[in-house]
């Protein structure tokens, strides 16, 4: 990356909401038609200026209007949030009472901070095509319980620009869902829980009992995931205070006893042979299918869980008012643009090497100089993605169409 | 229901639906979405309303002290069985019918009154459907059945192809011990999962394609979503045609008071009054307040002997606590008059004597006024910052409503580890949940235990009542250490 791909300094910024931004395509996949309906002309945008000065409450008739007041404002950033009873530019004028959230995507939001703990390629805000596995891990277990167990068809993930991905459900029955339905999703989904003082963070079963049946899927997934990533790439048990973790979530003191004098002896043993150890030390000292040997087999199942199951940033997802930043936004510190991402080809995607607004800049000068028509995303690096919302909206627009002939049809009945 | 152009309507549909002899409630529990088709008094709707407005007000009292559900069910159950009894068909001694038609009226006059803001709709169907949870969970089996059967609750039976196919699934789900098979014998119920985020949240379902497998042990939290789903969209259709009702004046203030009340906490006056009142002196007061009242009580007495002096609505509020306290008249104008110490005879008599008298009935248009409740000190009269009445837990900034609690009852017990869980109800708004949690802190000694309240887990709602509990408490004490002697 050179110095100038961060770049997303405001003449960028204003040059890439005239040019490339795809307003319209952000229309459609809001507005679930071409004419302009409630989901789009009741729903709030909220701008994030230089300064951080923020302002809520906007709203627009038509996707022309949204992008001449973006241009206007030239915000770093801008926030989609639900659709109210009102316009929400009319706030003011309405009775607080007439001014409610009523529908919103289903949304969630995971970010890599969340993982400290269980990788070791990097902290905090850093993020690299290695801890992007984790990222990836997450999207298929949840891209898999949302249609599996709640019948979701229209699903979009969309990179965060930096570290993490987000993901909006357009289905009608998601965009319904009251606050207590999306807080029952979430913490249907939440298995991770408990802060840095809490060493055992997965508390998912009724006593010794097995996983609850939505967690399998899951769990089989995950458990495929965990040599790979947990035990070889990022080798999380290297470390003595590493491993010391584990043990903690060992609940047997004969066999940590037996793992803690064998570690501290071969302090060279890789996290692969540590967790071979520690198979082999319940195999050898009880009896399959006795009580303690269930227990700690329970125990493994939650520790590859704990290593590798989805954080999910519960408030976003919770109430129907919260508000999300926008698809093809661009993240101010490192100039990505927040693009779709493919679920079924998430492994693929290299959160380094996605377009940045210099560079997308950069490509649209190039081809205005090979002497081409106007300028905007078609000739740049942001197409496919541009084409991956269409094709995913033009699926949401079928849907509808079809329930709208579906409820002509029974009236005609009548 | 209410007047006499609807009178006549409801009475023709009631023909309609006259085939014979027809039981007019056959189940003990009620999703209430028949309205009652029948006149009633002024008095009848006022009382059936009020007795079940305690009922959930202690409801909504037993979230905000966070009650175990267990606790707040045997709670309800004892408020249920003293103002809103409903008992099962095999009752035999008692009229069913009348019961189950007081329930239902008390329910439809709360609609009315509870209808008008998106508050107080919340709160009203969070408060109905825990009640009909508490009675869901304590009627007999047979007649829940009964009536569950009378519904149509919009749930598939999962066929046995289905549940052999997420036989193991299933499986997982019970609670039963491993090894046992029973899934071909419980039986499972398919609705969207939207209408039981409950078991969705708890993971207590099986998911797929959007539908819960709700296992028939968990039927109830089908019933009870569909009742909530029901009575809000009931109350919100009830708003829309609510404003013709206000032709009927009558009816206005006494749906004002009931949702004042609600939001209040406090449901109406306490009229135990008479039962502990033994006659008490004008030297007594002294000394039973600093044992027995409660913290406006004892604010006003405190003020009074500082002040010598007491304005308006403070002596209004103090005084008619000390007469349902058992202040004589005679002893009443005693105590005034040593209290204001600063007055000639003269001004006494002339400008305070009248004004005692008259509180006692003795004078002008001689009503027997009740001493305030917690509900009427806590929404009228505001007290001015000069004033010394008022509720402390609603009109003291925090800090000295912190300080007095220490100054008040610390010799009671109370200390500083207590006071953040009490300035939290505070801060809440649950400000009897406050006065009641002191009241159970100052009496542990005396064996009163936290949820206990002032007895049968009640929440204060009156201070006469605060007071006199405390008196028999103490009473009950010496009673007690007598026999041991
Ligand atoms: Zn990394």
Redesign the pocket.
């Known amino acids: 990356m050179t110095s100038t791909d961060s770049d997303a300094s405001p003449e960028a910024m204003l040059a890439f909401y005239r040019h490339l931004y795809p307003f319209k395509s952000i229309f459609n996949w809001l507005n679930h038609e071409h004419v302009p309906t409630r989901l789009f002309t009741h729903r709030e945008f909220a701008f994030t200026l230089q300064h951080d000065v923020y302002l809520r409450y906007n709203s627009f008739n038509t996707y022309e209007d949204l992008k001449k007041q973006v241009c206007a404002l030239n915000p770093t950033r801008f926030e989609i949030g639900p659709i109210y009873t009102a316009r929400p530019r009319d706030k003011k004028s309405v009775r607080s009472a007439a001014f409610t959230p009523v529908k919103r995507e289903l949304v969630f939001d995971i970010d890599m901070t969340d993982y400290d703990g269980t990788?070791t390629?990097?902290s905090a805000a850093?993020?690299?095509?290695?801890?992007w596995a984790f990222i990836a891990a997450a999207v298929k277990v949840l891209h898999t319980a949302l249609v599996d167990q709640f019948g979701f068809k229209h699903i979009l993930w969309v990179y965060s620009g930096r570290r993490g991905i987000h993901c909006w459900v357009s289905d009608s029955d998601a965009m319904d869902l009251t606050d207590e339905q999306r807080r029952a999703i979430v913490n249907s989904l939440t298995v991770i829980e408990g802060g840095k003082e809490m060493a055992k963070k997965v508390n998912v079963r009724i006593g010794n009992k097995a996983l609850p049946p939505s967690l399998w899927p899951a769990s089989n997934t995950l458990r495929l995931l965990f040599d790979p990533l947990i035990l070889k790439d990022q080798d999380v048990f290297a470390t003595e205070s590493n491993w010391e973790i584990l043990l903690q979530l060992v609940p047997d003191n004969t066999i940590t006893e037996k793992l803690r004098d064998k570690w501290s002896n071969n302090p060279s043993r890789s996290s692969s042979d540590k967790w071979l150890d520690l198979k082999r030390t319940i195999h050898k000292t009880y009896d399959e299918g006795s009580v303690e040997y269930n227990r700690l087999q329970n125990a493994l199942e939650d520790i590859v869980l704990q290593y590798t199951y989805p954080r999910l940033d519960a408030e976003v997802s919770k109430h129907r008012n919260h508000l999300l930043k926008a698809p093809f936004c661009v993240h101010p510190k490192t100039g990505r643009v927040c693009v779709p991402v493919d679920p079924l080809h998430v492994d693929d995607f290299n959160p380094v090497t996605v377009p940045t607004v210099s560079g997308l800049l950069r490509e649209m000068d190039e081809s205005t100089k090979n002497g081409e028509e106007g300028a905007d995303w078609s000739k740049t690096s942001l197409q496919p993605y541009v084409d991956m919302l269409d094709r995913h909206t033009a699926e949401i627009m079928d849907g509808v169409r079809r329930s709208k002939r579906a409820a002509a049809s029974s009236d005609q009945s009548w | 229901m209410f007047n006499t152009k609807d009178r006549k309507k409801f009475v023709e549909k009631q023909e309609q639906s006259h085939e014979g002899a027809q039981i007019q409630y056959p189940h003990r529990l009620n999703f209430y979405d028949k309205p009652p088709l029948y006149d009633v008094t002024i008095e009848e709707f006022e009382t059936c309303a009020l007795d079940r407005l305690r009922v959930l007000a202690e409801i909504e009292s037993s979230f905000a002290r966070n009650r175990p559900w267990d606790d707040l069910k045997t709670v309800t159950l004892a408020q249920c069985q003293k103002y809103v009894p409903l008992n099962n068909n095999t009752a035999v001694t008692v009229d069913v019918d009348t019961q189950r038609r007081n329930d239902q009226l008390g329910h439809f006059v709360l609609r009315l009154a509870f209808c008008r803001s998106e508050e107080l709709r919340r709160r009203f169907v969070k408060a109905e459907s825990t009640l009909f949870r508490v009675r869901y969970d304590s009627d007999d089996r047979r007649e829940r059945e009964a009536f569950l059967k009378s519904r149509d609750l919009d749930w598939i039976e999962v066929g046995d192809a289905e549940k052999k196919t997420y036989e193991k699934e299933l499986q997982a789900l019970e609670i039963r011990k491993a090894g046992e098979d029973h899934t071909n014998e419980e039986r499972y119920y398919k609705v969207k999962w939207t209408r039981v985020p409950d078991l969705v949240a708890k993971r207590r379902v099986f998911l797929r394609g959007g539908s819960a497998y709700v296992p028939s042990r968990e039927q109830a939290s089908i019933v009870l979503q569909t009742f909530e789903a029901n009575l809000t969209r009931a109350l919100e259709n009830t708003a829309k045609v609510l404003p013709r009702m206000d032709e009927d004046t009558r009816l206005v203030p006494i749906l004002n008071n009931l949702s004042q009340g609600f939001l209040a906490g406090v449901p109406s006056e306490w009229n135990g009054a008479s039962t502990t009142s033994d006659e008490i002196t004008a030297d007594m007061v002294d000394e039973i307040a600093k044992k027995h009242f409660p913290m406006c009580m004892r604010n006003l007495h405190e003020c009074l002997m500082r002040d010598r002096h007491l304005k308006h609505f403070g002596r209004l509020q103090y005084g008619l606590f000390l007469k349902v306290l058992g202040l004589s008249i005679e002893e009443a104008v005693m105590f005034w008059r040593k209290a204001f110490s600063g007055l000639t005879d003269d001004k006494f008599n002339k400008e305070y004597k009248y004004n005692i008298r008259h509180s006692y009935g003795l004078e002008g248009k001689r009503a027997n006024y009740p001493a305030k409740s917690c509900q009427q000190i806590l929404l009228t009269d505001k007290p001015g910052p000069s004033d010394c009445h008022g509720c402390p837990y609603r009109h003291f900034a925090p800090e000295n409503l912190q300080t007095s609690l220490l100054a008040t009852y610390s010799s009671h017990g109370l200390t500083t580890s207590d006071l953040p869980e009490i300035m939290k109800t505070v801060k809440e708004g649950h400000y009897h949940v406050a006065c009641t949690r002191v009241f159970e802190i100052t009496h542990s000694g005396g064996g009163v235990k936290k949820g206990e309240g002032i007895g049968g887990g009640e929440s204060v709602t009156h201070p006469n009542q605060y007071a006199s509990r405390s008196r028999e408490l103490e009473k009950s004490q010496q009673d007690s250490a007598m026999v041991v002697e």
């Open positions: 990788r390629c990097c850093d993020i690299c095509v290695r801890c």
